[in-house]
């Protein structure tokens, strides 16, 4: 579910857990945000609470907004950072077309031109689309890469993450005397056994010399242990030593210039088709009348 961290609070943690709430994207926008959203509501004790019955919150954090500056942009990320959410999205504070800051934005001349931005990179993972008060053009690439990098030294990969955040919503409710509750939690922790035991154990051996890191994901697969008995043990260690190896060929493979590029594909409506033809046809027409002109054009 999508969500403010006020309408969370109107909730009791059994409320959710019995309402089969298992992820939450939820907007954190620093401690001195105006936003009414998040009014009198500590975000940090929030998430904790949630994450600490399973319930795995999408932290989302924007970059530049109004009152940012290159000398208080560290607070803030550092701010979203020690929220230690599962995931965490960084985003560009970007008036879109169609919105009221857009508006606003266009009215105070402050949006770049089409050929300066083009609007296919307008989607707040690259740069602005307008001149902020206070970040110079360029710098908000950087406050960004930053932010995402500084999330994952402090809190590691977010798949670990994941798995301690539903481990601790197993121990905690898997003899809930509601047997939908039991019934969602034994199909979630399912892979547990096997392939995410396995994830585990591989980062545990690639971030061997993390020693911080280290420890956390020893935390975790020492508790799957405990919890899943000695074949997951068996099981975690054969395949985690190939999936770190995976890793190590990927890394190689990246290293070497290859990169994560999908296919390409698009599809056309009706409308685009019948456009299409008549473009066809049309071009046609032109290039009939043009081969009839060339004759009468050579006798002069």
Not at 191 to 211: G, I, L, N, S
Request: proline share 4%; hydrophobic share 40%.
């Amino acid at each position: 579910m999508f969500s403010s961290a006020r309408v969370m609070k109107s909730y009791t943690i059994e409320q959710l857990v019995r309402l089969g709430i298992s992820w939450v994207w939820m907007g954190l926008e620093g401690q001195n945000s105006s936003y009414a959203k998040l009014s009198g509501v500590k975000t940090r004790d929030l998430v904790k609470e949630l994450q600490a019955h399973g319930i795995r919150v999408l932290g989302s954090t924007i970059i530049g907004l109004e009152e940012h500056t290159p000398d208080n942009i560290r607070d803030a990320i550092d701010y979203a950072v020690s929220h230690d959410t599962v995931f965490h999205q960084f985003m560009l504070y970007t008036p879109l077309p169609g919105t009221p800051l857009y508006e606003e934005h266009k009215a105070k001349h402050l949006l770049l031109d089409e050929k300066e931005m083009p609007v296919a990179d307008i989607h707040g993972q690259y740069r602005f689309n307008y001149h902020h008060p206070h970040i110079a053009q360029g710098q908000e690439t950087t406050f960004l890469q930053n932010a995402f990098s500084l999330d994952f030294m402090k809190n590691g990969p977010s798949l670990a993450r994941m798995i301690r955040v539903m481990m601790d919503g197993w121990r905690l409710y898997k003899n809930h005397p509601d047997p939908c509750v039991r019934t969602r939690l034994e199909n979630e922790i399912r892979p547990f056994r096997t392939t995410y035991a396995a994830a585990v154990f591989a980062m545990k051996m690639w971030f061997r010399k993390e020693r911080t890191l280290y420890r956390k994901l020893k935390s975790i697969l020492s508790d799957m242990y405990k919890e899943f008995g000695w074949k997951t043990r068996i099981i975690a260690s054969t395949l985690g030593l190939i999936g770190c190896f995976t890793i190590w060929v990927e890394k190689k493979r990246l290293a070497q210039g290859w990169t994560y590029e999908p296919p390409t594909f698009y599809e056309k409506n009706a409308r685009a088709l019948e456009l299409e033809r008549s473009i066809r046809v049309e071009e046609r027409v032109r290039m009939s009348r043009k081969h009839l002109e060339l004759p009468r054009a050579a006798m002069f």
